[in-house]
Nanobody, 128 residues
Framework: QLQLVESGGAMVQPGGSLRLSCATSASPAILHYYAIAWFRQAPGKEREGISCISSSSDVIRYADSVKGRFTVSRDTAKNTVYLQMNSLKPEDAGVYYC???????????????????WGKGTLVNVSS
């Protein structure tokens, strides 16, 4: 299992931007076998898969709710995956988690049940 640590959560006004980071101490040789996904959970709602990136970085998926506003990227040298969030809306607020999944090199998933490792989350508030 991976150890994942999220950071970058904050309070921001509607229309603002944030960049979340998901860092792992796993070696590149281990991380090579993992796709990374981002999930979020708002109070009283189910956890929602919003983006994922394959180990190769060639396969990227977004939930319709964030498509065109969020961008996921992977820095292999830093063992870190980023989620750039632009044009934030109040409904984007929640706890954001990153998760790792052992997956084929060109594959990633937004299904929470398929994840092997989870971070503890970082809180995003969007409010004026």
């Amino acid at each position: 299992q991976l150890q994942l640590v999220e950071s970058g959560g904050a309070m921001v006004q509607p229309g603002g931007s944030l960049r979340l980071s998901c860092a792992t101490s796993a070696s590149p040789a281990i991380l090579h076998y993992y796709a990374i996904a981002w999930f979020r959970q708002a109070p009283g709602k189910e956890r929602e898969g919003i983006s994922c990136i394959s180990s190769s970085s060639d396969v990227i998926r977004y939930a319709d709710s964030v498509k065109g506003r969020f961008t996921v990227s992977r820095d292999t040298a830093k063992n870190t995956v980023y989620l750039q969030m632009n044009s934030l809306k109040p409904e984007d607020a929640g706890v954001y988690y990153c998760a790792g999944q052992r997956a084929p090199y060109y594959s990633c998933s937004l299904v929470s049940g398929g994840m092997d490792s989870w971070g503890k989350g970082t809180l995003v508030n969007v409010s004026s």
